[in-house]
């Protein structure tokens, strides 16, 4: 009798078996070659893989998912469920033999959020807190505390929020921004943000450029400016670095609610911190300098802009011309729209509107003619603005009559008048005392679907019955009615004091004073 020694490799199966053992072979003279290899096959033994492997785990996770699944489609369909949702995780799992898992919590929270039953999810998350062991997705938070927020309940996402490592999860600040987002939509909410973070330092949560860039665009999208560059100033002590558009958005929103002061402190820093503003953030700058009447500041950024090798457009030298038109320095203004042609810029209707608005305030009103030529001989058509200028500029001289002039080239050009034009033609042939004129351009505009500001027909109710044509102002005083459109005193007290107002016609005022109250 012989042993045949037979060594096997470690590998996982390793305890089940020896690694070295011996088997009988009985050697016979003559016997077959293969005898050997026969035996072996008889009576060696494999291990036994177990049955139930990883595989098997998976899948019966998967089976128990969509018996979850199923049974939640069915629950929606029922107004009144018997059974709670965390009962039918907990029974699907365990039909399946298998523990529950993130995944499923997972599910359960967003189906009850997505039906707004609110009012279930405390149950669930005390089990998921107290029950489960395993770790839990930082992401099942952020999506709660984001419909949370949707559903405008706003301390229970604070809640969940500083509960997160009760659910041995570490909160990071990923969740912290989307509670950051959620206080940030509402303006009453911005008070809870200062506790939110003083908090979320105590809890050793790393504030990231993320949250700082979400933090000052809220700021200034509430117009708290001042909060909003504290923010920026403080990235620094938290290891971040602003980056060009959170100076962008500080810049441009401190041209909508700062003062001039403020804006040109603050580009200086943008500009020191080695950030360019490009050119719509100058031209906001621009603006806001021309509004306060600093013409001449704004003339300055303008060849800053040069400078930094930003190239001004049209619209920036438009700005800059309309300023210095506007405090009167003319001879400036003709310097900057000599230099924008100089420059190679093509002015645009709104450009030629401006100048030609400077001509007409300097009582050049041949000059400002020949530029509305001009303007149609380089192709540039004028629009209504460009006409409403010239119209306002004539009737303040009392030409109505060139005034009127304007209007019919206008509509020669297929241009037709918008309310401006309609308020400013009314308002001059009443000044020139020309009423009856005035009345026909009223029904004109009326029957366009415009309407005019309540001085405007109130001024035509007494005209009209200055010339004695009370039937006439009694008409617009009931379009005005109407339109629900306030009469001032002056109306009532002409019509009342009109000679040759009837009887009737008191009857209907009081009427329609009755009807103005009532509105």
């Known amino acids: 009798m012989l042993y045949l020694q037979i060594e096997i490799p470690k590998s996982k199966y390793s305890n089940c078996f020896r690694n070295e053992f011996a088997i009988p072979v009985l050697m016979i003279v003559g016997q077959n070659e293969f005898g050997c290899s026969n035996f072996l096959r008889r009576k060696r033994k494999w291990p036994q893989i177990p049955y139930k492997g990883r595989w098997q785990q998976t899948f019966n996770e998967q089976q128990a998912m969509e018996t979850l699944k199923k049974t939640a489609i069915l629950d929606e369909s029922d107004s009144n469920p018997k059974t709670h949702i965390l009962s039918t995780l907990i029974n699907s799992f365990r039909l399946y033999g298998c523990d529950t898992n993130p995944s499923a919590y997972s599910f359960v929270i967003s189906n009850l959020a997505q039906r707004s039953l609110f009012s279930q999810l405390p149950t669930v998350l005390d089990h998921l807190e107290n029950i489960e062991k395993f770790e839990t997705p930082e992401r099942m938070f952020t999506d709660l505390i984001r419909s949370y927020g949707e559903a405008g309940m706003f301390q229970d996402a604070i809640d969940i929020f500083f509960r997160i490592p009760k659910f041995r999860c570490i909160p990071s600040a990923s969740s912290l921004n989307s509670l950051l987002l959620v206080l940030c939509k509402k303006r009453e909410s911005l008070v809870l943000v200062y506790d939110v973070l003083m908090r979320s330092l105590e809890m050793k949560i790393r504030l990231e450029d993320s949250t700082f860039h979400l933090l000052v665009k809220a700021l200034c999208r509430y117009g708290k400016m001042s909060s909003a560059i504290e923010i920026l100033n403080l990235m620094e002590d938290h290891g971040c670095i602003p980056d060009s558009k959170m100076y962008s958005m500080i810049l441009s929103s401190l041209c909508k609610h700062a003062g001039s002061v403020e804006v040109l402190h603050f580009l200086e820093e943008m500009l020191n911190a080695g950030f360019t503003p490009n050119g719509s953030e100058y031209v906001g700058v621009v603006t806001i300098l021309v509004k306060e009447g600093r013409a001449k500041d704004a003339f300055d950024v303008l060849n800053r802009m040069k400078r930094e090798g930003v190239k001004p457009d049209i619209v920036s030298y438009t700005s800059v011309l309309n300023g210095f038109f506007s405090v ?168 009342l004091l009109s000679s040759s107002f009837s009887p009737s016609c008191t009857e209907t005022l009081l009427d329609l004073e009755g009807l103005t109250a009532a509105n």
């Not at 008048?417 to 009314?426: D, E, F, K, M």
């Not at 309540?454 to 009694?474: K, N």
């Open 328 to 495: 009167g320095d003319f001879q400036k203004g003709e310097q900057v729209f000599d230099e924008m042609l100089v420059m190679g810029l093509v002015p645009d209707p709104f450009t030629y509107s401006v100048y030609i608005n400077g001509l007409c305030k300097q009582n050049n009103f041949e000059g400002a003619l020949k530029m509305l030529v001009s303007m149609e001989e380089v192709g540039c058509r004028p629009d209504v603005v460009t006409y409403n200028v010239l119209i306002t500029a004539f009737c303040k001289v009392g030409d109505v009559g060139k005034a009127r002039e304007l209007v019919g080239k206008m509509h020669l050009q297929g241009l037709q008048g918008n309310l401006h034009t309609y308020r400013i033609l009314i308002d001059g042939l009443l000044s020139a005392g020309d009423v009856v004129a005035a009345f026909g351009v009223l029904v004109e505009m009326l029957n366009r679907g415009f309407v005019p500001r309540s001085s405007t027909f109130s001024s035509m109710v007494c005209g009209l019955c200055v010339c004695c044509l009370p039937h006439d102002a009694l008409q617009v005083l009931e379009e005005m009615v109407k339109r629900s459109v306030a009469p001032e005193a002056r109306a009532w007290e002409a019509l």
